[in-house]
């Protein structure tokens, strides 16, 4: 085999997560009340332009959380086939395939968006008119970056506009060939003619934003395919201090920020669910004891008692290096690790909502019908309270989401977040943070990741608030 | 009154209890004081002896427990929980790595802490509260939609960018107020001014939308229909009705807050090396002093225990309907 497939634990769970998407979507087609409160959120235009973006980022994060070890080409000679094959230390994911350009094109340090020179001045040998090498400072040419150019640099320009609108051009045909499609399909559903099924994906108030998903993606194809096309010879956000491209670093932080703020939750619903509902369900002796775990718990500042479990973990991990074949492996299960931390300290405020609500669900008559006929409290929680209960465990995942991502950037700061070697938000900006004081000003790197990361917040936020207008029987009345 | 206070007092106790022995275990069962000697010792010139020495300077050579080898209440006193934990309820938290006593250091460290939150904290919430009043006097108009769009926005900037930015934009770019510091006495306000301002701007996106959903959800009760009905201006309405009783879920959520000021804020001191308990806990952090990150732990959650003893406290203030039984 030309690769050896690695399986790291954050995949694992990734994928079960998205299985459990799956599941969700299949058991919410199913219930009448979730469809509709799905199909309300749906109707929501923001909720949908987000979605679409947040699709996107789905979609990469997801690409870099299938991970290989490349085999290690044999250098030719004869008896190559008779040595066992050896794979590369370096865990590499499907993502870095598809990015092999902008991961292996590294320059010497930094260098400014789309530049075809260094940012700093070197002493680089001139050969002059006379033929004789000359020693001046000057900015050195950088390899890679608008090397197609060759000596031509003043061709850069024109270069960069002819890339962009041949992109732009592309991006548009993408787009009308997807608008297309969805017409397609509404006018399908809805047995009517083409002109019909357009002016029902444009209408203000259809049964779904089309219009929102289409013109969300006509912005991000409209952003992406231009800086896609122009990343294959330059360096597309510049480069850092080490040299390596910047593009790909916001893209590597996209899978990290996922993993924080949803493999969190995964370790935050069990917790909370279990002990929410068996707290109101039971009440006495139980009710006192999970309400005194999870006063205690929350009665730690929450930054202290993650900067707390987090060193005991940098402790257990130091000490025991036998325990990790690569260092990806070790990256990989501190950020595990964060997530546990991150998810064990922040299960007490949905576990109190849910003791609450499930303390008002058991003196609901049904409930009390169901304790007459006596059938037993298990299958009382499993059919009657925790389904009633679903729609806050839904509005609280979602609202996590953001939080944990910007949490994250502000641990790793700190210096309690991810392993140093992982890339993500908190590492670049951590990394970045000085360079605004260089003189001249570095800003490509923390501008990156400002843009990236706001943009995944804001979209994950905009959902949040769709699917909480959507599910909240408070707020479910009114349009 | 008096009897609920201590009453509630003495339900704090138990808690306390239960975060003392949260850090215990996570600081000396979880890993044992040898594998924290050997991480400060670093891993490759480690000796039994170096250990040793390390634990008996800090009294870690203890056992943890129950000591076999004390007799009488010496058993119970000459061992790790009973010196570094239980001794903590009398302020005793031992030295930092660096043999300075932990106790002193976090009075001294006060002073900075609070000059930078408690502004940030005051300013903070008239801003919002104002801004939150605004929108909801222009609810369902284009203001107070782009208000709220506004508001998710600064809501989806992390921390840190403010604080980059307000840097290089008010100290670098227009050169307003130092970079950094801090500085006793008067001289002081020029070092509080950037970081109060940072702190507040940072706030206002998730402290506006949700004190406007407050008052939107009060707006629709029945009180306020009749203070319309009989013929109020909408302003009236909203500062003498609207606001009044908006104040009690407000206080949940601001009160309880109120005596965390005094840890300061781990990220706005660090960046603006301002000598507080933040810049303290960070600088600990960093240097894996575990002493003082427990002290701070204890410390941290005494103070939210007083928050909510004060925040149920000002309920009574603001609604007389509740009354402690």
Redesign the interface.
């Known amino acids: 085999m030309p690769f050896l497939p690695v399986i790291l634990w954050s995949d694992v769970l990734i994928w079960l997560l998205l299985l459990l998407a799956v599941v969700l979507g299949w058991l919410s087609a199913r219930n009448p009340l979730w469809r509709t409160a799905w199909r309300r959120v749906g109707r929501s235009r923001a909720g949908m332009a987000s979605a679409t973006l947040l699709l996107a980022f789905a979609v990469v994060g997801l690409l870099d959380s299938l991970h290989y070890r490349p085999r290690l080409v044999a250098d030719g000679g004869q008896g190559a086939s008779a040595q066992p094959t050896a794979y590369a230390v370096e865990v590499l994911s499907l993502l870095d395939a598809l990015l092999t350009p902008l991961r292996t094109r590294n320059e010497k340090t930094y260098s400014e968006p789309l530049a075809t020179r260094a940012h700093a001045r070197e002493t680089i040998e001139v050969r002059g008119s006379d033929g004789r090498l000359q020693q001046t400072r000057d900015h050195p040419r950088l390899r890679y970056g608008g090397a197609h150019l060759g000596a031509d640099e003043s061709r850069r320009d024109a270069d960069v506009a002819s890339r962009v609108l041949q992109a732009l051009g592309l991006a548009l045909l993408a787009w009308a060939a997807v608008a297309v499609a969805v017409c397609g399909g509404v006018a399908r559903a809805q047995g009517s003619g083409w002109r019909q099924a357009w002016r029902r994906v444009w209408r203000r108030d259809g049964d779904f934003a089309w219009n929102a998903v289409l013109a969300a993606l006509a912005a991000l194809l409209l952003l992406a395919m231009p800086v896609a096309l122009l990343a294959t010879d330059y360096h597309v956000f510049g480069t850092d201090k080490v040299g390596q491209d910047v593009l790909y670093q916001v893209l590597k932080s996209v899978r990290t920020a996922l993993v924080i703020g949803l493999v969190t939750t995964l370790v935050m619903l069990p917790l909370s669910v279990l002990l929410g509902v068996l707290a109101g369900y039971f009440r006495g002796w139980v009710d006192d004891l999970i309400q ?2 999870y ?7 929450g ?3 993650i ?3 987090v ?2 973990m ?3 991990i ?2 025991h290096p036998q325990w990790f074949a690569t260092a990806a492996e070790r990256a990989d299960l501190r950020l595990l690790a964060l997530c546990f931390i991150l998810g064990v300290t922040s299960w007490t405020g949905l576990c109190r909502l849910l003791r609450g609500e499930t303390l008002k669900l058991r003196e609901l008559e049904y409930i009390q019908a169901a304790q007459a006929f006596g059938v037993s409290s298990l299958r009382i929680i499993g059919r009657h309270i925790v389904p009633n209960l679903m729609h806050i465990v839904i509005i609280a995942l979602v609202m996590d989401f ?1 939080s944990l991502v ?1 949490a994250e ?2 641990l790793s ?4 977040g991810v392993d140093p070697t992982m890339i993500s ?1 908190g590492t670049m ?1 951590n990394n970045a ?1 000085l360079e ?2 260089r003189e001249p000003m570095v800003w490509w790197s ?1 501008s990156a990741a ?1 843009f990236f ?2 943009s995944l ?2 979209a994950a ?2 959902f949040a ?1 769709a699917v909480r207008d959507a599910f909240d029987p408070r707020l479910a009345g009114s349009p | 009154m008096l009897a609920y206070i201590i009453r509630r007092l003495l339900y704090a106790l138990p808690i306390l209890v239960g975060v003392n022995l949260i850090t215990f275990a996570l600081f000396f069962v979880v890993n044992t004081p040898d594998d924290m000697a050997r991480m400060q010792l670093g891993v490759k010139r480690v000796t039994p002896e170096a250990i040793d020495r390390w634990k008996a300077e800090r009294g870690y050579d203890k056992p943890l427990f129950f000591n076999d080898a004390a007799s009488g209440s010496a058993m119970l006193s000459e061992t790790i929980f009973f010196s570094k934990s239980v001794r903590m309820f009398v302020g005793d938290f031992g030295r930092a790595e660096d043999g300075r006593d932990i106790a002193r250091e976090i009075v001294t460290r006060m002073g900075p802490s609070l000059a930078i939150a408690l502004p940030t904290f005051i300013i903070g919430l008239l801003v919002s509260v104002s801004l939150a009043l605004l929108l909801t006097f222009f609810r369902a108009t284009y203001l107070d939609f782009w208000g709220v769009v506004l508001c998710v926005a600064m809501m989806s900037i992390s921390g840190l960018f403010y604080i980059i930015g307000g840097q290089y934009l008010i100290s670098k770019l227009w050169k307003l107020v130092p970079i950094s510091g801090y500085g006793g006495g008067l001289d002081a306000w020029k070092f509080v001014i950037l970081p109060v301002l940072i702190g507040v701007v940072s706030g206002i996106g998730s402290s506006t939308r949700w004190y406007r959903t407050i008052f939107i959800e009060e707006i629709a009760r029945d009180y306020v229909r009749t203070a319309r009905a009989k013929g109020l201006a909408e302003a009236a309405v909203l500062f003498r009705h609207v606001l009044r009783n908006a104040l009690i879920p407000i206080l949940t959520g601001v009160v309880v807050v109120i005596p965390l000021l005094f840890m300061g804020s781990l990220l706005t001191e660090s960046f603006f090396g301002i000598p507080g308990l933040g810049s303290y806990t960070i600088d600990a952090i960093n240097a894996q002093d575990f002493a003082v990150v427990r002290a701070m732990v204890f410390i941290g959650s005494l103070l939210y225990i007083v928050g909510l003893i004060l925040t149920d406290l000002s309920y009574t203030f603001v609604d007389p309907r509740i009354r402690f039984n």
């Open positions: 005194y775990l006063t205690t718990l929350s009665s730690i500042p930054v202290l008692l900067a707390a479990a060193l005991m940098q402790v257990l130091d000490t953001s910007l950037a502000v700061y700190v210096g309690i938000f900006i943070r605004l004081a923390l400002f990361m706001f917040v804001l936020n905009l608030d």
